[in-house]
C-alpha cells in the first residue's frame, strides 16, 4: 500500500492551491504515495475552474480512498471562500490554519503517513489569531514536539537554522550554548535517523564576519559558538567551526560535510537558494511526525495566473514519502 500524505493548501490567496492541485495530480506523486488534499473544497473548485486545471477532486473521510479522483479533506463551510488572489486576509489565514490543524491530527492519530504544507502568509495566520512566526513552529507546538530545527535540503546542500523568523537585529540576544547545542543535537538526530547517515559531519557558521576577528568585530563567536561546538563534540556529535560563511561557501567547504548550521535564515538559505531555488525542500527536523514543504513561499505576485512552477513541491513530496518509509 503506497503511503497517505496530506498535503494543505496554505493560502488560498496565493499559489498554495494551484500547486498542491497540480502536484496531487502529477503521475511523479501518484505513483509513489497517495495524496490527500487539506483544505475547503470549495475553495480548489474555484481554482480548478479559474484556472482551466484538469483533474477530479471529490471530498473524503479517508475512511474510503478512490483512484478515480484526488481525495479531498474539507475544512471549509462556505464562508472562507472569498477568494482575493495576491492580498492576505484574515479568511485565508482562517483556512490556512484551519488546514494545518487538521493535517497535524491526522498524522498524530496515523491516518496519514506525513504532512506536506504548500506556502501560508505569516500575516495573514496573524490576521487569522494565529500568533506565530511560521507554520514550523505552529506545526512543533501542535504535535508537541519539543525540539525542531528547521532544515532546507537539495541536491547539493544541507542546511540547519539556529534561529529562524527572527528580526536580524535580534540574533545575536536569541543565540546561546545551550541553544546551539540543541539544534546540533536534532539535526544530527535527523540526518541518523531520517537520512540514514551513520556518522554525520556537521559544520557550524560564525554569527560574525571572519567569526569576529579575535573579537573585533563581535565577542559571540568566541564566547557562545565555539564554546557550543566543544560541547557538541564532548557529547560525540562530529562536528566542526565557527566558520567566517563567506570564504566557507566561497570556496564549497559545505561539500565536505552532510550539514551546515547556520546561526539565521539569510546566512544559510542565500547559498542554498541560490544553488538550487525551486528544488529545495523545508523539512522540520525532531517533530513528531514528518513534515515537509516548498522553499518558497506564496508568491502572490503570480497567484491566479496559472503560471507556478511545482518542482519544489514535487520534490517536498517525495522527501516525505522517503522518510515516512
Known amino acids: 500500500m503506497k503511503p497517505l500524505v496530506a498535503i494543505t493548501i496554505g493560502d488560498f490567496n496565493g499559489v498554495g492551491p494551484e500547486i498542491a492541485m497540480k502536484t496531487a495530480t502529477t503521475p511523479a506523486v501518484r505513483n509513489i504515495c497517495t495524496p490527500i488534499l487539506v483544505g475547503p473544497l470549495n475553495v480548489l473548485e474555484h ?8 483533474g477530479k477532486f471529490a471530498k473524503t473521510s479517508l475512511s474510503v480512498v478512490s483512484d478515480s479522483s ?19 486576509t484574515k479568511a485565508s489565514g482562517k483556512s490556512a490554519g484551519t488546514a494545518i490543524e487538521q493535517a497535524v491530527d491526522l498524522c498524530l492519530k496515523k491516518k496519514v503517513h506525513a504532512m506536506v504544507t504548500a506556502p501560508a502568509s505569516k500575516e495573514a495566520l496573524n490576521l487569522a489569531g494565529y500568533s506565530f512566526p511560521g507554520q514550523t513552529e505552529m506545526i512543533a507546538l501542535l504535535s508537541r514536539s519539543k525540539h525542531v530545527a528547521m532544515m532546507l ?8 537554522l539556529v534561529t529562524t523568523h527572527v528580526p536580524l537585529r535580534a540574533v545575536s540576544e536569541s543565540i546561546s550554548r545551550e541553544k546551539i547545542v540543541e539544534k546540533l543535537m536534532v539535526v544530527h538526530d535527523a540526518l541518523q535517523r531520517n537520512f540514514r547517515i551513520k556518522n554525520p559531519s556537521i559544520a557550524v557558521l560564525a554569527l560574525n564576519p571572519h567569526a569576529g576577528d579575535k573579537g573585533i568585530i563581535g565577542t559571540e563567536d568566541d564566547d557562545v559558538v565555539a564554546p557550543a561546538v566543544a560541547e557538541a563534540k564532548s557529547r560525540h556529535i562530529n562536528v566542526e567551526g565557527p566558520f567566517p560563511a563567506d570564504a566557507f561557501f566561497g570556496n564549497r567547504s559545505h ?15 542565500i547559498p542554498l537558494k541560490l544553488s538550487s531555488f525551486g528544488k529545495g525542500v523545508n523539512f ?4 513528531n511526525i514528518i513534515r515537509t514543504s516548498p522553499d518558497h513561499g506564496t508568491a502572490y505576485d503570480i497567484a491566479g495566473k496559472g503560471k507556478a512552477n ?9 522527501l516525505a514519502v522517503r522518510f515516512s518509509r
Open 284 to 287: 522540520s527536523a525532531g517533530l
Open 153 to 160: 535540503v537539495s541536491e547539493t546542500m544541507r542546511v540547519g
Open 47 to 54: 481554482t480548478l475552474k479559474s484556472l482551466k486545471l484538469r
Open 310 to 318: 511545482i518542482s519544489s513541491m514535487v520534490e517536498a513530496v517525495k
Open 255 to 269: 561539500e565536505k560535510f552532510d550539514v551546515t548550521l547556520a546561526m539565521y535564515h539569510d546566512q544559510g538559505l
Open 70 to 88: 484526488t481525495p479531498v479533506f474539507d475544512v471549509g463551510d462556505g464562508i472562507w471562500a472569498d477568494v482575493q488572489w495576491g492580498k492576505p
